[in-house]
């Protein structure tokens, strides 16, 4: 389901992409509970490219409604567009301090993947 990208200075528009963002939380929650009901191991995350404008904004909170949380180490990434201004991408994990047996989630590290650095360089661009 493609989230809704328009013009983030138009209020109308952007409520609708937050607005969007709180729906698919809603469904994958819903999602969650299910396959944690059937296995109480399971973990459930969701990633990929919100279009959300910044950490503490509505946008972020809808991501962040219904049980989904972005570790830490993630929020401390200043962002993850080409000017690094804006937290678009984002990886959310439903639940993941709750007591799962043996099973358990630890954040080591996060990072983005630059491709301008590691694939599309000044420097291979004969080859492209």
Known sequence: MPLFYGDDKIEALLEQRRSEIEQLSVVLAETARK????????????LG????????????????????????????????????NKAYDQIALWEPERTRGFVSLDIKAANIFDFFEDVFTDGDEAAF
């Open 35 to 46: 396959e944690f009901k059937e296995d109480d191991s399971s973990f459930l995350g969701i």
């Open 49 to 84: 490219d919100f279009n959300i404008i910044g950490k503490g904004h509505p946008t972020m909170q809808a991501l962040e409604s219904n049980g989904f949380l972005i570790p830490d180490e993630l929020k401390s990434i200043p962002g993850s567009n080409v000017e690094r």
